[in-house]
């Protein structure tokens, strides 16, 4: 404990440091824009990046529900497996 030393009085700002922080319309513009942060930002919603997200998977969806109705699946050819074909020719 020896290798330690305490200070009793610590050094105090001076006055002119004291007064360059004294801005206090910037404290209270500070204070009310944290009070008022919803009028700052702007719901996920309302966003256009995200609008444009959305309507990107609706489209997606919707091909893909459509594409499946497509009538050329309705005339599907069946495929002749090999290995059935090999074993039905021994």
């Known amino acids: 404990m020896a290798k330690y030393q305490f200070k009793k009085k610590s050094d ?22 944290l009070n008022n942060y919803k009028l700052a930002t702007k719901p996920l919603y309302k966003k256009p990046l995200f609008l444009g997200f959305i309507i990107l998977i609706g489209i997606i ?16 050819k069946p ?12």
């Open 12 to 33: 105090e700002p001076s006055d002119e440091h004291i007064r360059s922080k004294m801005d206090f319309n910037k404290i209270l513009q500070q204070q009310q824009d």
């Open 79 to 90: 495929v002749r497996d090999s290995v059935v074909v090999d074993s039905l020719k021994k």
């Open 61 to 76: 969806c919707l091909m893909l529900i459509f594409d499946e109705q497509s009538p050329e699946d309705a005339t599907v």
